[in-house]
């Protein structure tokens, strides 16, 4: 890390100033899919800045809709991502993997022949009927549109291949257009980031028309960028990063779920669904989900930082974006644990009360956000 540049970042804090502190700084590409937790890119920016160096590999365990991996692949960094939902290794493989337009063309090609010629698969049905968080899902679509989401969800669970960036694009665009309140949106009226129940006509809408129109526009995005061709994601439980070698890591960056805060796989129930899931999935995922884990003394990142401490190089950093609320201080928290192979560099926190809002109350009423630095031994 580079001790200039971090107290620089926490005397000028550079994401909240001029052309950072647009929500929409940076390339496109990061609106690939909307996501609540989403960091902002202008900090994900400054934070590979600060604590990495070109042809160093950064790594986000948690990497949600792949920000940090992203910022870091573009950057010149070796990005490795992972996350334990097919939401986001699919957004972040999408992001840094290497896709072509022909691919991804052939993938739209295959979803329009398999929906002008199947039935709806009985589980899908069933999956479907089951499912009924604030309204039915059948209510966020026209008929006729709704048939062909059902559709598609059998054809991406039929052809599913999170190693492939390309079906993961295409994937992701899918996720992005399944609800919103703008003409992309294949639901009624909705709400991008969580399905806020519809509101407003039934107007049917082609599924491979939106999504062609919006994988388009990302591969246009991505294709003007240099990013970083070694780049890597995988899927697994932050707990057991078995895929990654001993020491391969240089730097770790990134936002676990707030405790006491959002459950993504709630706030994202729609794009769960669509991923596969059934209701029995939505009743367990507590067990794996850190943010289901509700035991507030964070003890669970013991465990994580064991794994830190496995893949990390020795003396590279931890940086780890928490967050304080009004049911738990995050970062008091974490100083109360001992984690073994780490010592603490530096804690900071920044106060974000009034800025938390993109539209949605429930942001799990974060005031401040918190930074905390280790090193490993
Ligand atoms: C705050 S979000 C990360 C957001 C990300 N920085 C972004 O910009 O989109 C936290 C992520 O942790 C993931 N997660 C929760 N429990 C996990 C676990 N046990 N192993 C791996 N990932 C987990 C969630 O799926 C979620 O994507």
Not at 81 to 89: C, E, G, I, R, T
Not at 163 to 184: E, K, Q, T
Not at 187 to 203: E, F, I, K
Not at 366 to 373: D, R
């Amino acid at each position: 890390m580079d001790q200039k540049l971090w107290s620089q970042f926490k005397k000028e804090l550079p994401h909240k100033k001029g052309a950072f502190s647009k929500r929409n700084w940076g390339t496109p590409l990061h609106s690939l899919c909307s996501y609540q937790g989403k960091l902002k890119p202008a900090l994900a920016h400054q934070l590979v800045q600060v604590f990495s160096k070109r042809g160093q590999t950064v790594f986000d365990p948690f990497s949600g809709s792949g920000t940090v991996p992203l910022e870091a692949a573009i950057s010149g960094r070796c990005a490795v991502s992972n996350d334990l939902s097919d939401m986001a290794v699919a957004m972040s493989n999408a992001k840094i993997g290497n896709t072509n337009r022909m691919a991804c063309d052939s993938l739209i090609d295959a979803l329009i022949v398999w929906v002008s010629t199947r039935s709806v698969e009985p589980k899908t049905i069933e999956d479907t009927a089951n499912i009924r968080f604030n309204k039915t899902i059948a209510e966020y679509f026209e008929p006729n549109t709704f048939q062909e989401v059902l559709k598609a969800r059998d054809f991406f669970a039929k052809t599913k291949d999170l190693g492939d960036p390309n079906w993961c694009l295409v994937f992701s665009a899918m996720l992005h257009i399944l609800h919103g309140n703008r003409p992309y949106a294949l639901s009624r009226n909705s709400h991008p980031l969580t399905p806020y129940a519809p509101t407003g006509d039934y107007v049917y809408k082609n599924v491979s028309t939106h999504l062609r129109t919006k994988v388009h526009s990302a591969l246009a995005a991505k294709e003007s960028l240099p990013l970083t061709p070694q780049s890597i994601s995988i899927q697994s439980d932050v707990r057991d990063l078995s895929q990654l070698a001993d020491g391969s890591i240089d730097v770790i960056i990134t936002s676990p779920p707030f405790a006491s805060s959002t459950r993504f796989y709630m706030t994202n129930w729609m794009r769960f669904w669509f991923c596969g899931w059934s209701l029995t999935d939505f009743d367990n995922a507590s067990a794996q989900f850190i943010e289901g884990n509700k035991d507030k003394s964070l003890i669970v990142y013991e465990d994580i930082f064991k794994s830190f401490g496995r893949v990390l190089k020795s003396g590279g950093p931890v940086v780890l974006h928490v967050g304080k609320n009004k049911a738990v201080d995050m970062s008091e928290k974490l100083q109360l644990l001992k984690f073994n192979d780490f010592e603490m560099v530096d804690v900071f926190s920044e106060c974000v009360g009034s800025s938390e809002k993109h539209g949605i109350k429930d942001k799990g009423g974060t005031v401040e956000h918190q930074y905390l630095v280790y090193a490993k031994k």
